[in-house]
């Protein structure tokens, strides 16, 4: 199956629907309520749209002038309509991107704002996220319907962004376009670089950053950069208990779970026990886990260790073994056996979705 | 800024927040730890406003901060002023 690596369960079945339909879930609502609704309101409250505004914009909505294409399902199977909920979804999280983009621009707005403004430190602001209950097909439609709803706020706010010149339709047409570019994934040439280049990997681990300017990825600019290495004696893990820091500018989307609080609280509390429950990961005795907890001035990634039978292999290669997972610490990057596997099944490792600010 | 801290120094967490700055983890207010980072004033322009106080990234023994009592470790960035060095005859 395709899909992008978020919708991925914990241990990676590609053919566990429920496992899927879960993903699709739980990154939906953390979007709508952490992302994009808050927004929303910071922007009302400061007179950047209005109510109005979002009710004169869908009184004039015809598809004609609609900013957002709609999509269909290829086939009637139930992989083929798994899949067209994740890329459904991959296209509302994109959506957000591009008016986050215009919005913390327009109103000088920083990170910090939203986290207030979506009570990551008060429950008083927190938007109640929705529940999903009933039979797999049930949930399916379920999220299907949420997804147009949400999706048409979405369109509802750009048309207003548009009346009120925050933004042109170009501009957003403009960026629309770059948001659907496709790269090869950073992390896997970052690594694969660092395990080839040892002075490469040397001017990573100690200046972060820095070393990404010099190789010609883009580097980013969301706080400090601090590279880990896995070594035989250490493994590292990473975690943002408060909120969901991580290098997203350099990196992408994080996997669903990682901005869920099971996660989140279970991590710090028994590692071990965490890694091994959620991600079937057992470490060493031997081995010391090291749980990184970033409060966003700095961000962490993991350098995962070489696989073995990987002696020879470009760099190119590498970089496909190279999970999201390994570079948090809640997996291994793959072994050629296992990443030719994958590839069989479908379910390969793709590029992680960018990510809104 | 003068550093109050160097790698190595062992440091308490204040249990109170001196600041009002949010983004310290209740899990750690109030626990001795050992600073493993040094950060300095970091500019951070797209996440908050102003300069805050030096960071460090201070490592806790796990079995400090949790009940679990595995010998690993969690490393959690600290703002300076969140901070205070032990005293000598605290010091284990």
Same mark, same amino acid.
């Given at each position: 199956?395709?899909?992008?690596?978020?919708?991925?369960?914990?241990?990676?079945?590609?053919?566990? *629907?429920?496992?899927?339909?879960? =993903?699709?879930?739980?990154?939906?609502?953390?979007?709508?309520?952490?992302? *994009?609704?808050?927004?929303?309101?910071?922007?009302?409250?400061? $007179?950047?749209?209005?109510?109005?505004?979002?009710?004169?914009?869908?009184?004039?909505?015809?598809?004609?002038?609609?900013?957002?294409?709609?999509?269909?399902?290829?086939?009637?199977?139930?992989?083929?309509?798994?899949?067209?909920?994740?890329?459904?979804?991959?296209?509302?999280?994109?959506?957000?991107?591009?008016?986050?983009?215009?919005?913390?621009?327009?109103?000088?707005?920083?990170?910090?704002?939203?986290?207030?403004?979506?009570?990551?430190?008060?429950? *008083?602001?927190?938007?109640?996220?929705?529940?999903?209950?009933? &039979?797999?097909?049930?949930?399916?439609?379920?999220?299907?319907?949420?997804?147009?709803?949400?999706?048409?706020?979405?369109? !509802? *706010?750009?048309?207003?962004?548009?009346?009120?010149? #925050?933004?042109?339709?170009?501009?957003?047409?403009?960026? #629309?376009?770059?948001?659907? /570019?496709?790269?090869?994934?950073?992390?896997?040439?970052?690594?694969?670089? =660092? #395990? &080839? %280049?040892?002075?490469?990997?040397?001017?990573?681990?100690?200046?972060?950053?820095? =070393?990404?300017?010099?190789? $010609?990825?883009?580097?980013?600019?969301?706080?400090?950069?601090?590279?880990? /290495?896995?070594?035989?004696?250490?493994?590292?893990?990473?975690?943002? &208990?408060?909120?969901?820091?991580?290098?997203?500018?350099?990196?992408?989307?994080?996997?669903? #779970?990682?901005?869920?609080? +099971?996660?989140?609280?279970?991590?710090?509390?028994?590692?071990?026990?965490?890694?091994?429950?959620?991600?079937?990961?057992?470490?060493?005795?031997?081995?010391?886990?090291?749980?990184?907890? +970033?409060?966003?001035?700095?961000?962490?990634?993991?350098?995962? /260790?070489?696989?073995?039978?990987?002696?020879?292999?470009?760099? /190119?290669?590498?970089?496909?073994?190279? &999970? !999201?997972?390994?570079?948090?610490?809640? $997996?291994? =990057?793959?072994?050629?056996?296992?990443?030719?596997?994958?590839?069989?099944?479908?379910?390969?490792?793709?590029?992680?979705?960018?990510?809104? %600010? | 800024?003068?550093?109050?801290?160097?790698?190595?120094?062992?440091?308490?967490?204040?249990?109170?927040?001196?600041?009002?700055?949010?983004?310290?983890?209740?899990?750690?207010?109030?626990?001795?730890?050992?600073?493993? @980072?040094?950060?300095?004033? @970091?500019?951070?322009?797209?996440?908050?406003?102003?300069?805050?106080?030096? @960071?460090?990234?201070?490592?806790?023994?796990?079995?400090?901060?949790?009940?679990?009592?595995?010998?690993?470790?969690?490393?959690?960035?600290?703002?300076?002023?969140? @901070?205070?060095?032990?005293?000598?005859?605290?010091?284990?």
């Amino acid at each position: 199956m395709s899909g992008k690596h978020g919708h991925k369960p914990f241990e990676g079945h590609m053919h566990d *629907f429920e496992a899927h339909i879960r =993903a699709v879930e739980e990154d939906l609502e953390y979007y709508r309520a952490k992302r *994009f609704e808050p927004r929303i309101f910071y922007l009302i409250r400061r $007179g950047v749209v209005t109510f109005s505004d979002l009710l004169n914009a869908r009184v004039a909505l015809k598809r004609s002038n609609q900013f957002f294409k709609p999509r269909k399902p290829q086939g009637k199977n139930i992989e083929a309509r798994v899949r067209y909920l994740e890329e459904w979804l991959d296209e509302y999280v994109k959506g957000i991107a591009l008016v986050s983009a215009r919005a913390v621009e327009a109103m000088d707005m920083v990170t910090e704002d939203n986290r207030k403004e979506r009570g990551d430190y008060d429950d *008083f602001f927190k938007f109640k996220k929705k529940e999903h209950k009933g &039979t797999l097909k049930e949930r399916m439609v379920n999220v299907g319907r949420d997804l147009k709803d949400y999706q048409e706020l979405l369109e !509802v *706010f750009v048309q207003a962004l548009i009346k009120r010149g #925050w933004s042109t339709r170009r501009e957003l047409e403009q960026h #629309w376009k770059q948001l659907h /570019e496709e790269r090869p994934w950073a992390g896997g040439v970052i690594v694969a670089k =660092a #395990w &080839t %280049d040892p002075a490469f990997k040397q001017a990573l681990l100690s200046t972060g950053r820095e =070393a990404l300017r010099e190789m $010609g990825v883009h580097q980013g600019k969301v706080g400090k950069l601090v590279v880990v /290495e896995n070594t035989d004696k250490v493994h590292n893990v990473v975690v943002c &208990t408060l909120c969901s820091c991580y290098p997203y500018d350099i990196l992408g989307d994080t996997p669903w #779970w990682y901005k869920h609080e +099971s996660y989140r609280t279970k991590i710090v509390q028994n590692p071990r026990a965490c890694l091994q429950a959620m991600f079937q990961l057992e470490v060493p005795a031997g081995k010391e886990v090291k749980v990184y907890d +970033s409060t966003s001035d700095v961000r962490y990634f993991v350098l995962p /260790e070489r696989p073995s039978g990987t002696e020879g292999m470009s760099e /190119e290669e590498l970089a496909k073994l190279v &999970t !999201v997972d390994s570079l948090i610490g809640a $997996g291994y =990057a793959l072994e050629p056996s296992q990443q030719k596997k994958a590839m069989k099944l479908g379910a390969a490792p793709e590029s992680p979705r960018v990510r809104p %600010d | 800024m003068e550093l109050k801290f160097k790698v190595g120094d062992p440091v308490t967490v204040a249990s109170e927040n001196p600041t009002g700055y949010p983004r310290t983890p209740r899990y750690i207010r109030g626990k001795r730890g050992v600073i493993g @980072l040094v950060h300095g004033v @970091l500019e951070n322009v797209r996440d908050h406003r102003g300069i805050h106080k030096p @960071l460090y990234t201070v490592r806790f023994d796990l079995s400090e901060v949790s009940t679990c009592h595995d010998q690993d470790s969690i490393w959690v960035d600290v703002h300076e002023e969140w @901070l205070s060095g032990l005293r000598a005859e605290e010091r284990n």
